[in-house]
C-alpha cells in the first residue's frame, strides 16, 4: 500500500425526507444563499419546490443561479460570482448534479478571489478563501457531494479543465434517493458508467504492483451493488432501494475511499472524454461508455495482468491466459454498457471516426495540464482507434 | 436503507514515516501537549523515541502521562485531567490503542468541563467542550483513532460505560504500518477478532430486513482483506503490506462506514464481553472470541436467516437450510479463531463456567445503560452457556 492522506469532512444527510433540512443547514454558515441549480428537471422533480420552502422556512434570503447546462460553462461561473458578489451571498447551495455543483464550486472560490477564476483551472493560482458550499443532490454521478473537485469548461476553446481544493468541498451535501424517481432511463445509464469508470481508473492505476487487495475489494463490492442498482432502477424506477444503493454507491465510488493507498491516480479516460463532450453534444456518461473499453483494450495490450485479475475477481472469468482473460473481462463490461443501453463505439455515440485527429488535438492539451504525459498526440489517436 | 447522517472529519496520514509528521499536527493546534500513552511497549517499539523527537523539532512543549492499562480506567483520566488543568495543555495526544485513545478522549472533555467526567459515561451530562485530540496508533483494533466513540472501567465498580460525541473524535490520526511489527502473535490475534466484532455486531443488527447489499459487501471486503492480513502477519511480522491492509481496514470496519444505513446498531457482544474483561484480566479481544460465535449460536435460533446468509456470501457454506447453513458459518468463524489462537469457549478463557451467574449480573446494568433492553439477566445467562 502506497502513503497516503485521507480527510473528507463533507456530513452527509441521507434518506428520504431529509430535503427538509437544507434550510437548517444553510441557516448554520449564513443569511444568504446564493441557490445554484440547472434547467427544468428540479422544477419537475418537486425538488426546486422542496428546497425552497425549506429555506423560507428557515427565514434565509434566496438569490436565484438558474440554468447550469451539463459540462457547465465558465461563464455561467463567472455569471455566479458577479451575483454572489453584488447580493453578498454567504453561502452557495448546489441543488443539482456535478455540473450545478462544480458550478456552485467554482463562484464560492471566485466570489473570493480578485482574479479570473479561470486561473484556477490552469493551476495559475491556488483557491485560499471560498464561501462554504452546501449541496442538494439530484444526480449521482461525479461524487462532487463529497470530494474537492470540479471541473469547468471554458467556452471560447472549449477546454474542459479541473481544480481541487479542500476549500470549495461541500460542507453538507444532502442526499434523498427518491430525487432519482424521475431519472430517465438513458442518464441512470450514463450515471452508472461514469461512477463505474471514477472506480476502474484507481482501479487501473495500480497495474504495476497489482496488488491493492483492500481497495479492489472495495470497489467489486461498490460496482457489484451499483450495477444491480442500475438494473433494478431500469426496471423499476420508484424502487427506494435501489435508487438508495445507486445514489450511496456513487458517492462512495469516488470520495476518496477507493483511491487511498494506490499513489498518483491518472483519469485517462476522462481526460479524452472531456474531449468528446466539449466537441459534441454527448452525455458525459455516454462518453465513457464509449471509452472505457477502447482505452481498457488499448492499456491491455501493454500489461494484461491487471486486466485479467478484473475480468476474473469480478467477471467471473476462467481463463489462465492474462491477454485472453483481459479480452473476455472487456467484453463483458461492454456487453453490460450495451445491455443498459450506453453506446459503446464512436459511431454508436453519434460520433465521426474521421474526427479522431481533431478529438486527440483536442485531449493532448488537456493531458498536458494534467500531466499525462505519456498521452501524445499519436498514443490518444491509438487509443481512440480501439473505441471505433 | 435506512437514513442516516454520515461525517467523518478525522485526517489520516498513512503510511511508513508518517510519525515525523506529528509534532507539525500538533503545532497547528497549540503550544502544549499532554503525551498520553500505555506501558512499556511504546518504549521498546522505539514509537516513544519518533514521537518526542518530532515533538521536540516543532518545539512544542511536552507533558507526560505514562502508565495507561488495557480496559483504561476513570481514574487514570481523572489523573490526566488534573495534569491537563494544572500544565494549561492544548492539545491532548495519544500515543497507543484504544485504551490509550480513550483515555485521552475523557481527558480531553473532562479538562474542559466543571463536574465529574464519569457523568458523560452515564449519560447526566454531555460533552459541550473539549481540547483537541490527535492520535499516533500503535495497535489497530477499537477505530478509536477515527471514530468519536470512548470506553472507560470505572474502578470502584467494575463498569466498562461508553460515551460518544464529535468533540472527542481525534483531529488527525497518524497510521504507520511498521509500529505493527513488534506486535505479539496474540494481540495481533486479539486485535483482528475485536475488528470482525465490531464489524458482525452491525451487520447481525439487520437480521430483520435482511437487504444491506452495500453495507454487507463492504464487511466482507475488510472482513476478507483482514483474515488474510492477519494470516501473512502471524506468518511474517514484518510483511509490511500484511501490517497495512490490517491497520486501514481495522480503522475502515469501525468509524461509521459499515454502519451507516443500517439503522440503530447495538453491541450486545461488546457489552457481555465487557463483563468478562472488567472482572476477569483478559484480552478484550480474548473475550470477544468467546463471546461471538455463542452469541452468533444463540441469535440464530431465533432467526436463522441472517446468519445462514453470513455463512454462504461469506464463508461460501452451500447448505440450503438456513438454521444448518447458519450452524456451518459459525463453525466456519470459530474454527479461524482457533486457528489464530484466540480462546472460542469461556473454559480456553480461563473462566469459571460456574461465574456466569456473576457475569450476568455485572452485564445487566451496563444493557440497562447501553439500552439493550432485551438483554435481561436470564438472556444473558443463555448467552453465556452458548460460549461454554
Redesign the interface.
Same mark, same amino acid.
Given at each position: 500500500?502506497?502513503? /497516503?492522506?485521507?480527510?473528507?469532512?463533507?456530513?452527509?444527510? /441521507?434518506?428520504?425526507?431529509?430535503i427538509a433540512k437544507i434550510g437548517s443547514e444553510v441557516k448554520r454558515l449564513g443569511n444568504r444563499v446564493l441557490m445554484v441549480y440547472g434547467m427544468g428537471s428540479v422544477r419537475t422533480s418537486g425538488v426546486y419546490e422542496q428546497v425552497l420552502n425549506s429555506l423560507k422556512e428557515s427565514g434565509v434570503d434566496i438569490v436565484e443561479l438558474p440554468g447550469v447546462k451539463s459540462n457547465p460553462l465558465l461563464s455561467k461561473a463567472k455569471e455566479g460570482i458577479e451575483l454572489a458578489r453584488s447580493k453578498k451571498v454567504d453561502v452557495v447551495l448546489a441543488v443539482g448534479g456535478g455540473s450545478v455543483i462544480d458550478t456552485a464550486k467554482t463562484i464560492a472560490a471566485g466570489a473570493r478571489a480578485d482574479h479570473d477564476p479561470w486561473e484556477f483551472f490552469v493551476y495559475t493560482k491556488l483557491v485560499k478563501e471560498a464561501l462554504p458550499v452546501l449541496v442538494v443532490l439530484t444526480l449521482s454521478a461525479s461524487a462532487s457531494e463529497m470530494n474537492a473537485a470540479a471541473v469547468i469548461t471554458k467556452d471560447e476553446t472549449c477546454q474542459k479543465f479541473s481544480v481541487r481544493s479542500p476549500l470549495i468541498q461541500p460542507k453538507t451535501s444532502i442526499l434523498d434517493?427518491e430525487v432519482l424517481f424521475t431519472l430517465t432511463p438513458s442518464y441512470t445509464a450514463y450515471s452508472a458508467v461514469d461512477i463505474i469508470t471514477h472506480m476502474l481508473e484507481g482501479y487501473f492505476t495500480n497495474s504495476e504492483t497489482g496488488?491493492s487487495?483492500?481497495q479492489d475489494?472495495?470497489i467489486?463490492?461498490?460496482m457489484?451493488?451499483l450495477m444491480?442498482a442500475t438494473e433494478k432502477s431500469l426496471a423499476n424506477p420508484k424502487d427506494y432501494?435501489a435508487r438508495?444503493?445507486f445514489m450511496?454507491?456513487g458517492t462512495?465510488a469516488f470520495n476518496g475511499?477507493t483511491t487511498?493507498?494506490m499513489g498518483v491516480v491518472g483519469f485517462p479516460v476522462h481526460m479524452i472524454e472531456h474531449s468528446l463532450s466539449a466537441l459534441y453534444d454527448i452525455a458525459h456518461g455516454a462518453g465513457l461508455s464509449i471509452m472505457l473499453p477502447g482505452w481498457m483494450a488499448w492499456s491491455a495490450k501493454k500489461n494484461p495482468a491487471r486486466f485479467a485479475r478484473l475480468a476474473r475477481e469480478f467477471f467471473g472469468v476462467a481463463e489462465t491466459d492474462d491477454a485472453k482473460a483481459a479480452a473476455a473481462g472487456i467484453a463483458k463490461l461492454k456487453g453490460w454498457f450495451g445491455s443498459i443501453k450506453s453506446p459503446v463505439s464512436l459511431k454508436e455515440g453519434g460520433i465521426p471516426e474521421g474526427d479522431i485527429e481533431k478529438i486527440a488535438d483536442n485531449a493532448v492539451e488537456l493531458a498536458r495540464t494534467w500531466k499525462l504525459k505519456d498521452y501524445t498526440k499519436e498514443v490518444i489517436v491509438d487509443v481512440l482507434n480501439h473505441c471505433r
Open positions: 500500500m502506497q502513503n /497516503f492522506v485521507f480527510e473528507n469532512p463533507t456530513k452527509i444527510l /441521507f434518506g428520504k425526507g431529509s434517493p496488488e487487495p483492500l475489494r472495495m467489486y463490492a461498490f457489484r451493488t444491480e432501494d438508495a444503493n450511496w454507491s462512495l475511499l487511498a493507498g
